[in-house]
């Protein structure tokens, strides 16, 4: 019983966690794109779908999805670098 209360309280509490990551993430995919967008436009254009998709998981509490779309947003462009 005691195992299945710090379970809980750890999954509370890292929530919160995940909501901070979101706008750093967006922050860092929007430098990027101000300092070095990627060269191929449907790149940039899926990169652009991306963030925009993650900000609306983020304003809706899914911070989850949100860092995982987000994610994929980095990866793209790093792959593209």
Do not use: N, Y
């Not at 750093?24 to 070095?36: G, R, T, V, Y």
């Amino acid at each position: 019983m005691r195992r299945l209360a710090l379970f809980l309280a750890a999954s509370l509490l890292c929530t919160p966690l995940w909501a901070m990551h979101c706008p750093q993430d967006m922050a860092q995919i929007d430098a990027i794109l101000k300092s070095d967008p990627p060269s191929d436009p449907a790149v940039l254009a899926h990169v652009q779908k991306l963030r925009a998709e993650g900000e609306a998981l983020h304003l809706a509490g899914d911070h989850s999805q949100s860092v995982k779309v987000l994610g994929e947003a980095l990866d793209l462009l790093k792959a593209s670098e």
